[in-house]
């Protein structure tokens, strides 16, 4: 299990930082968990989930 910050979030998925929060707050986007504090992480399985699940709703 990995944690990854929001850049690493932004890249991976190439999405911005105002999409990644307009999806969150959808509900369409894994939230994010407190690590510390005020720090902030996403699970990569979770984002690797969300990623294939897109992948998937395209192909036909």
């Known amino acids: 299990m990995k944690f ?10 190439t999405l911005c930082r105002s999409s990644i929060y307009l999806l969150i707050k959808a509900g369409d986007f894994p939230k994010n968990v407190t690590i510390m504090g005020k720090r902030k ?15 998937e709703s395209t192909e036909l």
């Open 4 to 13: 990854l910050k929001l850049q690493q979030v932004m890249d991976k998925t």
């Open 41 to 55: 992480a996403w699970l990569e399985s979770e984002i690797d989930d969300w990623i294939m699940s897109k992948v």
